[in-house]
């Protein structure tokens, strides 16, 4: 776990706004039929909600009326009104009854509203979702070299995310919020104008303030939560090292350190809460405000009587109640002015990703069936470099017979792993070019070029899954012998037998822990197990120890029957073992030889083989091998 | 779009998109409420006591503003609008006035809950931040005081959920439920007397009505819970496959397998899909639910209201006053029922977070116990008849005996599970053994104070652990009171100062559990010289296995020559040299000592250890 730190994502060339925006509604258009049964539901919601205040409002003036009878008589809507020999207590149930319908029919509209939402913004990113991931396993290691793990895996989860919230927080919510108060509106001005104005006038500067107040505190709760995600790594930390803090007597101070660390949080939570306290009681204030206008100018609209300009108590009661529903909308326009320029930028990125160019693809016409006889491997003036201007490879020149064991040898950084990267085309090389079985590694279909190529990298990489499934990775229909048969090859059966499933134990972040010899030598089974006319071994055993890696070295060769093996490796033991031996350096070839060869000459080889043999203090070794 | 393959998917894959098999089971989100455990909480919370008791206050105070509002507009709708005259009688004013001072008192009472909620919003942080802080550092300093074999037994993930997960759930009941309790209880009981002044019979047949509200959101509430867990669940399957599938994307190229884990990946999604589908249909029901009730205690109002008026008991301003205030009375039922299960949600929490505490570590200082006085170069380790196992039922080491003179180097040789670094975790007393003794220097290792111990062992372990910090940080690390050119002269003494010196940022440069920018060796001297500057008497060392770059390891090897030094050291040898130059060996097999002496001896004796070195000799030179 790297410590977290504060993620700046440098944007450069970003898109521009026209663009991202209609890419945005293009997506959202091939739902369009779903997406206009949401609209349609929303409108029908707003007008069900005046419908049932204005149910309300008319109970009221009925009571109202009733109680007081210099009171204006109830206002029935569209031209309806109760027959006249209707008593009171009658007419009251009437409204009663009509303002239980409406709510259910309400229920209903809500229950499918929602429903038909999801639905919309699901189709939308599932098609998002497995689009990215297909893009994301294509893309060349480049594109994995040069972004950082933790932001591709943002990319297709959070940004996401911020396109589905684009689509739902701000292109459906606000149809809603619009509409809604579009609808109110409308309807409000019709009753009284200036009332309206005196009620909404407090709506602007909620949304300013909400606005401000999320521009002010956001990058507190970023650095809250950045705060807190430094403890927990420091704790865990101190779980996983309980053992050298105990050896060395140090808990007290490492406990020190975490209560430091959680001052830290605990201070700068309280401090957001001062802000919270200043900000967040405000919308709620407002609207007590709005209230205190509506007593006070709407009571005298009540007074002074309808004749007058003014309106009756149950038109008051509707406002009341519009005004509580509109209460909700300011929140909502606040929610979307504040996430809309984050989903943005998630969409944004959303978009460079499924932009970005593959640059590995397989030509027409290309060799397709999966080799399985011995192949030839030839470099040929090859010159690759992950910077075209700064060339890690040089003119790289040499052939590997069908067969034949090629070790690589160098410092750290000369280009080992590489020059093993471009045969099974991880990337092309700038210039020259790389023959497997005498075609050109681009004229093979992909595919079938990279499975007859069986690779073990230096990292070993196991997922967080069975034994099994990792070990038939790249051949899940393997029966359970030819598994075996892999990892016997690898030398890991004593791996299978410690774990307690056998074979079906789960290994990886989610299983047991393995070490990394073990963890190497399940990797050397997954590729094994392809019995493939060509292996790479990209210092695959630096993490076994010199028996284990003789003991796999061995049945690598008995099992290679014409196989051509690469390997980069650093013990003598198995540099002895390959047909031909290459020094690498700088990028290019110093030389090439057997160790016999090598060891004669002066050189790169020889000084690592002499102090390799002088610390061994291998006197059993021939001294003539040392001195020629 | 490339032109995805038709991808039969083996039924054992399907398997694990649904559930990954061996996965964390997990634990229950919702405890039971437990007296004992509100206890505890409530002794924390004691201790804040000041701030509890404002915390108690201004909700005391919120309740009155927010009951006060529907009062005030019935109030002033009955003197104005409803009774103008008897307005104009009792205080002589015209109804304009009296809307004018109904209004004023709406503002006031506007500016009122603006300062009263935003000191409670400060207060109830504070109270819940300085409880939290005081959890956590109990947690902590508990963690640490606990036995090796509690961190054998439990995976990091359940202690690290033990500081995150529980701990923001234990905070939630602090924020929400004592001070929501006491609000909108309050609330409830104004709320009710408003009413009931106004109408004894409607407010009792709505009074009805609060069960059904309350057992109808704690119903949907659960629902709702468990179903947007599924949705969670289903999100992080995806998270996690992402994750896996851009570290491992150079395995899944490699191996061509873009097809099926394109197939796979698809499946989450609609698996994905399809939770949150049902969770918009349990919440599309819940949302409709308050609204049903809200509507149906309206039309109760209304018509029963309408009914009292006939009759004379109610007038319209007492109806309008029902009206206003139900609607706070059922928000505060509703939030009163989620709090039952965000109490319960912090039971689960709390149980699991005491369970802890209340673990008792076994290794802990006897009041006998002694420090143990620093003398000469290393100490003089005695193991009479020891044996030992993780379990009391499985013994890993059976009757071991060995002394380590002082400043001699004792090398353990023997496969993987013989016991080697258990007898390296005894004499750092990480374990306690079940028969037998340890000495120290002639004392009985645990009559020896743990601080004491620990501050004359050093330990480097194969996995070279740094924390998080610089290079400096971790040398450091094993005495703290070092100053910089203490930590360099220690650094010099291995002759790795320089190394250090050329790293990006020199000394100052930045590791960590995976640092990056500096090398397995280099990491390996890093805790080679941690463990020179504490200057132990005794050294224990497990070697690692692995095989660095030649030039490297040359370094490796004579740092150690000079770190061992001087010391008494106990050397889980992986290297040929480490065992040679040993004053002695002890060859272990399954638990035992079935051969010991020196190199030459050994070999002379021609037994296993003669095997396992001309084994090693010939699997490592053969050609």
Known sequence: ?628 | MSKRRTVVIPPHLTALVQAPKGADEKEPEFGRFKWSLARRLVVYMWRHRGVQLWVLFYAVLLAGVNSALPVVITETIRWTIESPQKLKDTFNITPFQGLGIGAGIVALLAVAFYIVMGIRLIVINRLAELVVYDIRHDLFAHVQSLDMSFFDRTKLGRILSRGTGDIAAVRNAVVHVIPRTVLHTLMMVFLFAVMFRYDVVLAFILLGAVPVVYLANTFFDRRLTTVYRTVQESFSRITSNIAETVSGIRVTQAFAREHINAALFEGLCQDHRRNNMRAAHVHGLYIPMFELCFAVATVLIIVVGAWRLEQGHMSTADLIGFLLCIGGFFMSIIIIADLYNITLQAMAGAERIFALLDTRPQITDKAEAESLPRTGNGARIEFRNVTFGYTAERSVLHDVSFTAEPGRTIALVGHTGSGKTSIVSLICRLYAHQSGDILIDGRPIQNITLASLHSQTGLVLQDNFLFTGSVMDNIRFARPDATDDQVRAACLALDCLEVFEALPDGLLTDVGERGTGISLGQRQLVTFARAMLADPRILMLDEATSAVDTFTEYRIQLALEKLMQGRTCIVVAHRLSTVRRADQILVLDHGRIIERGTHDQLLAADARYATLYNEFIRLTSEG
């Not at chain 1, 369009?32 to 929303?42: E, N, P, Q, S, V």
């Not at chain 1, 602007?204 to 505190?217: A, D, E, H, L, S």
Request: aromatic share 8%.
């Open chain 1, 1 to 628: 776990m790297p410590p977290p730190s504060e993620e700046t994502e440098p944007s450069p060339n970003s898109m521009p706004l026209g663009i991202l925006l209609r890419r945005l509604f293009a997506l959202a258009w091939r739902h369009r039929a779903i997406a206009f049964c949401a609209g349609l539901i929303t409108i029908a919601l707003q007008l069900l909600a005046i419908l049932g205040l204005s149910g309300q409002g008319i109970a009221i003036d009925l009571i109202h009326h009733r109680a007081s009878p210099d009171a204006p008589a109830p206002k029935w809507p569209f031209g309806f009104a109760p027959p006249a020999d209707w008593s009171f207590m009658r007419q009251v149930l009437l409204i009663g009854g009509f303002i239980l319908a409406i709510t259910l029919i309400t229920s209903v509209f809500r229950y499918f509203g929602r429903v038909v939402d999801e639905l919309f913004v699901q189709q939308c990113v599932v098609d998002l979702r497995t689009t990215i991931y297909d893009k994301l396993q294509r893309l060349s290691f480049r594109f994995f070299d040069t972004h950082d793990t933790g932001q591709i895996i943002n990319r297709v989860t959070g940004d996401t995310q911020a396109v589905r919230s684009f689509i739902q927080g701000v292109m459906v919510r606000s149809v809603v919020a619009f509409a809604s108060l579009g609808v109110f509106l409308v309807f409000m001005l019709k009753q009284h104008a200036m009332l309206t104005a005196a009620c909404l006038s407090v709506l602007p500067f909620q949304v300013w303030m909400m606005v401000r107040y999320g521009r002010k505190t956001k990058p507190m709760f970023t650095e809250q939560a950045r705060l807190v995600d430094v403890l927990i790594h420091h704790f865990s930390e101190s779980i996983a090292g309980v053992r050298v803090i105990r050896a060395f007597g140090r808990e007290k101070e490492t406990v020190a350190k975490l209560d430091s660390k959680s001052a830290d949080a605990r201070n700068q939570r309280i401090s957001i809460a001062k802000d919270q306290g200043r900000y967040q009681p405000l919308v709620q204030a407002t609207n007590m405000l709005a209230q205190a206008a509506l007593v006070g100018y709407g009571g005298y609209l009540v007074l002074i009587g309808e004749g007058a300009g003014g309106i009756a108590l149950g038109t008051l009661w509707i406002f009341r109640g519009l005004l509580e529903q509109l209460a909700g909308q300011a929140e909502a326009i606040v929610q979307i002015i504040a996430s809309t320029p984050e989903a943005l930028a998630g969409a944004e990125r959303v978009f460079k990703l499924v932009d970005e160019p593959v640059t590995i693809t397989s030509r027409p016409n290309a060799r397709t069936a999966v080799a399985d006889q011995p192949l030839a491997v030839a470099f040929e003036n090859v010159t690759f470099g992950y910077d075209p201007e700064r060339p890690v490879l040089r003119d790289i020149t040499f052939s590997a017979q069908p067969g034949e064991t090629i070790a690589i040898v160098g410092p750290t950084g000369s280009g080992k792993s590489t020059l093993l990267s471009l045969i099974a085309r991880f990337h092309d090389p700038q210039a020259g070019r790389v023959t497997i079985g005498n075609t050109d590694a681009r004229d093979w279909e992909l595919h079938a070029l990279r499975r007859s190529i069986g690779v073990v990298f230096q990292e070993p990489y196991l997922y967080s899954n069975t034994i099994r499934n990792n070990v038939a990775y790249g051949m899940p229909e393997a029966p359970t012998e030819r598994i075996n048969d892999a990892i016997a090859a690898a030398s890991a059966t004593d791996v299978i037998a410690e774990a307690t499933n056998g074979l079906e134990t789960v290994v990886g972040e989610r299983g047991i822990s393995l070490s990394g010899g073990q963890r190497q030598r399940l990797t050397i089974a997954r590729a094994m197990i392809l019995r493939a006319p060509i292996l790479i071994l990209d210092d695959a055993t630096g993490a076994v120890d010199a028996v284990t890696e003789s003991t796999i070295q061995q049945s690598l060769d008995r099992t290679e029957a014409g196989r051509t093996t690469f390997v980069v490796a650093h013990r003598l033991s198995t540099l002895r073992r390959a047909d031909r031996i290459i020094v690498l350096d700088k990028g290019e070839i110093a030389d090439i030889g057997t160790h016999e060869d090598l060891i004669d000459r002066p050189g790169h080889y020889r000084a690592a083989a002499l102090i390799q043999l002088a610390l061994n203090e291998s006197e059993n070794l021939d001294a003539s091998e040392v001195q020629p």
